[in-house]
């Protein structure tokens, strides 16, 4: 890039990018020279067409102590989007917090689906598992963009989660509802009956075999929280609790929709059709896998 071929003075914009790009790639992040840059764009507090404009001016020593003190952080493959504070989802920016999954490109094909499955009227949604409250707020939002008011509910196990949605849901301004819920639990009446219904039900859930854990890269592996990655022996424990319950809480003809790992696709399948769900959708990601099913109640 354009400050890797010319010297810089030192203490300069472009010389510290150089220099943040450099450790970063000696210490095996992928994204090197990128995230240097965001960086440094970040505590300019500035985009990085601005920045490129500005590469020989010196900055303070505050600042650098900044840009340094992430690079380092970074370079222990503590999560880029945890030092940022956010990441972009659907084209809307949301908070990022420790102990709460990063929301990820992948997941978006979730979301494009539902938008398309979705009625020309308004509904009953609920985003289940919704961490970041990524799902549910991004559908709530795009929907409205079409024209169409509908009633979403986001909810999940965690207080964490909880919190963060909370506060993205806010920034975004998006008028959903947020329920802390061990799955459906907060959602039956006392007699155990569901205490509502919906037309369409989201969810990326925890999918990865415990045993796998380990072998996912080290950002996710030693920073996010297992709670939202762990999916048991098989990796289907969730699945199994929510198509088990989910007739129950849909209305007729109403939706499910899942993210999947890319070889669980065969076993959701099955779990679906055996609960009574029919037209069996799956789509892949831009890498050719298997990621998002849907199906419908009958």
Not at 36 to 45: C, D, H, P, Q, S
Not at 126 to 154: F, H, P, Q
Not at 265 to 273: C, G, H, P, R, W
């Amino acid at each position: 890039m354009f400050e890797d071929k010319i010297q810089f003075e030192e203490n300069s914009i472009g010389a510290l990018i150089a220099k943040g790009g450099k450790i970063l790639t000696d210490a095996g992040i992928e994204n090197s020279k990128a995230e240097a840059r965001i960086l440094m764009a970040e505590y300019r507090n500035e985009d990085i067409a601005s920045l490129y404009a500005h590469l020989s001016d010196r900055l303070d020593d505050f600042t650098i102590m900044r840009y340094m003190k992430a690079i380092r952080k970074r370079t222990t493959h503590y999560p880029f989007q945890y030092i940022l504070g956010y990441t972009y989802f659907m084209d809307l920016k949301f908070i990022c917090r420790e102990k709460v999954l990063i929301p990820r490109f992948d997941t978006e094909n979730l979301v494009m689906h539902a938008l398309e499955l979705s009625p020309a009227k308004g509904i009953k949604v609920l985003d289940m598992c919704t961490g970041s409250g990524c799902i549910g707020i991004a559908y709530n939002l795009w929907r409205e963009k079409e024209g169409y008011s509908d009633d979403v509910t986001l909810s999940d196990i965690s207080e964490n989660a909880i919190s963060l949605a909370t506060e993205n849901a806010a920034a975004l301004e998006a008028g959903v509802k947020i329920v802390q819920s061990d799955l459906f639990e907060a959602f039956r009446n006392a007699d155990g009956t569901p205490a509502v219904k919906f037309d369409m039900i989201l969810s990326n859930p925890p999918y990865i075999r415990t045993k796998d854990i380990n072998n996912l890269i080290k950002d996710i592996r030693d920073y996010e929280p297992r709670l939202a990655l762990d999916g048991s022996p098989d990796g289907l424990s969730f699945y199994r609790r929510i198509i088990s319950e989910a007739p129950e809480f849909l209305n007729e003809d109403g939706k499910l929709i899942f993210e999947i790992g890319s070889e669980e696709y065969m076993d959701v399948q099955d779990l679906m059709l055996d609960a009574g769900f029919r037209d069996i959708k799956r789509l892949k990601d831009m890498s050719g896998l298997d990621r998002v099913v849907s199906g419908v109640l009958y």
